[in-house]
């Protein structure tokens, strides 16, 4: 019995710790800088740590993984960023919703030309992102279709409805698509996040709602919520939690290793872990 009370002190003792670990990291991150930025509208961090931010105009800039200005990008005709993908860091992809285009830009922000989503069977894409296999994932919101399209042969290569997916309604709003490790992920506000394979077939939801942005850490999804970041696990489904140190008005939050970036419409704060 002795020994019983005993691994049952130890485990309260060991939850206790766990708690004060997290409560403490929380309180051990120190700003290191903060830098002005335009109101973002999409943001995106590649591989090695990178930084892309679109703003309302249009306008791409490229920071370090220490917060440095590298490279700008302005299109010939301004437009707000629906999405941006820079996980390679090798080809940065970037859709424009009002305008039903996309381009592909070089680490340096070069591009040759914009391509337009005309394809009569996409009805309209709300969202797209770059695929790992070069190809392109379309959100089609008028025929609530999931779509993987070529653009080298500007042709759809799956189609898959969500008619049967999601729940009756007339009108959803999706705030957020990407790939991660084999799967898509499609935030919508009100009903979650769903989860699909790399062939266009319905996984599983997500119970994650009322968020714009996800992003990926190693096996974890996180988001922000409050003055909380919550930390959602890809396998296992377990969650935990991190307090952020300011305010909950960042549009977009982004981990590189122990650095925190957090974007508001006029600044990026950057903190680190100690």
């Known amino acids: 019995m002795k020994e019983l009370n005993d691994r049952r002190y130890t485990g309260i003792i060991t939850l206790a710790m766990i708690f004060i670990a997290i409560e403490v990291s929380s309180q051990n991150l120190s700003l290191v800088e903060s830098i002005s930025i335009n109101s973002p509208s999409a943001v995106s961090m590649d591989r090695n740590g990178t930084i892309y931010i679109a703003d309302n105009r249009g306008d791409i800039t490229k920071y370090d993984a220490s917060g440095k200005e590298q490279l700008k990008f302005s299109p010939d005709q301004p437009g707000a960023v629906n999405n941006i993908e820079a996980w390679s860091g ?18 340096f922000l ?14 309209r894409a709300s969202i797209a ?16 279709d999931l779509l993987k399209y ?4 500007n042709r759809i290569l799956l189609k898959t409805s969500l008619m049967n997916v999601l729940p009756q309604k007339d009108q959803y709003e999706i705030t957020h698509l990407k790939e991660y490790q084999n799967s898509l ?27 714009d942005h996800f992003e990926f850490l190693n096996e974890e999804l996180y988001y922000q919520e409050g003055r909380q970041i919550k930390f959602y696990h890809l ?12 305010s909950n008005n960042n549009r ?19 903190y680190e872990m100690k």
């Not at 070069?110 to 996409?122: E, K, V, Y």
């Not at 396998?235 to 300011?246: D, I, T, V, W």
């Open 252 to 270: 977009f939050v982004l981990i590189r290793q122990n650095r925190f970036f957090l974007l508001g419409n006029r600044e990026m704060s950057i």
């Open 150 to 153: 070529d653009p080298n042969f």
């Open 110 to 123: 070069n591009t040759s030309r914009s391509f337009l989503l005309d394809d009569p069977d996409i009805g």
């Open 129 to 144: 992102t770059a695929s790992s296999d070069q190809n392109i994932w379309i959100l089609d919101d008028i025929n609530l």
């Open 235 to 246: 396998y296992n489904s377990k969650e935990r939690s991190f307090n952020l140190p300011q």
């Open 185 to 211: 992920y499609i935030g919508l506000k009100d009903i979650g996040i769903l989860v699909f394979d790399n062939l266009g077939n319905y996984v599983k939801r997500l119970p994650i709602l009322n968020i």
């Open 90 to 107: 090798l080809k940065i992809f970037v859709f424009y919703e009002t305008r039903q285009e996309y381009i592909w830009l070089d680490r």
